[in-house]
């Protein structure tokens, strides 16, 4: 869930030689934490491309605010003091989401295609996350618990890597296959972690997949594949791209109704 929420809060006028203090120390912070009792942590990034302060919450992931360039952390504080009830309300739902997610530890059995996931304790000070031989391994801290954020989220970046790579070694063949038998013409095949669609295709006819389509099945992978190709001759969803499709892809409407069953943003 992502909102942005232009500032609007009181800001008190500094001094110009205060804020040129106070400005110039944060320039070099690139970012702040704040322990916040009633919410948790939240973290204030600073942004040089920014234009206005934007606040995120997402699953399993601590409130964030980004912060333009020429705004103070103080400034950004007040306004997370001023929004406090609007992130207390939006927590709970958050949390719902992420009961729906996997949490993994030592005991889960997950695998992607071609890597299996292996979790073990070390001494180590840090969790490590490697892809290799089959394998995604999690190295993690004997004094770590296996259920915090950060170790659920360095987990989650090592299936992703996983995805990534099989992702790579195994679309752009595959679409250059599908292409090559329907007469469909791509320009060229970006694959990205995005987590709001499977596939999208642009006015140039550029295809863009998300690596998370290597969690489906063959049938539904083709069935993205086919379905952001037959945008390259018809860029809409109106009944003359039903009809293209289904002479590529006789069971379109059926495999589009098993698409749905799949919720690309929780695994």
Request: with cysteine; aromatic share 8%; charged share 30%.
């Amino acid at each position: 869930m992502d909102r942005e929420i232009p500032f609007r809060g009181h800001i008190r006028v500094m001094r110009e030689k205060e804020f040129r203090a106070t400005f110039s120390k944060e320039r070099r912070m690139a970012r702040k934490t704040l322990h916040i009792s009633e919410v948790g942590t939240v973290i204030l990034i600073k942004s040089q491309r920014a234009t206005r302060l934007t606040m995120t919450l997402r699953p399993f992931q601590d409130v964030r605010v980004t912060v333009p360039k020429g705004m103070t952390f103080a400034q950004a504080e007040a306004f997370v003091n001023e929004r406090m009830a609007w992130i207390q309300r939006h927590q709970p739902k958050i949390q719902t989401i992420e009961r729906k997610y996997t949490i993994f530890d030592e005991q889960t059995s997950f695998r992607t295609r071609e890597h299996e996931l292996r979790i073990i304790r070390s001494d180590a000070r840090s969790v490590s996350v490697r892809t290799v031989k089959g394998e995604i391994l999690v190295t993690c801290p004997v004094s770590k618990d296996i259920h915090a954020d950060d170790v659920q989220r360095a987990i989650r970046e090592g299936i992703e890597r996983a995805w990534r790579k099989e992702a790579k070694a195994y679309l752009p063949q595959r679409v250059k296959i599908l292409s090559e038998q329907h007469g469909l013409v791509y320009q060229q095949l970006r694959i990205k972690n995005t987590q709001s669609r499977w596939g999208s295709c642009s006015q140039e006819n550029n295809i863009n997949l998300s690596l998370h389509v290597m969690r489906l099945p063959d049938p539904l992978i083709d069935y993205v594949i086919l379905h952001e190709l037959v945008h390259t001759v018809e860029k809409n969803h109106g009944s003359q791209f039903w009809k293209r499709l289904a002479q590529v892809c006789q069971k379109a409407r059926k495999l589009d109704k098993e698409l749905k069953k799949y919720n690309i943003k929780i695994y």
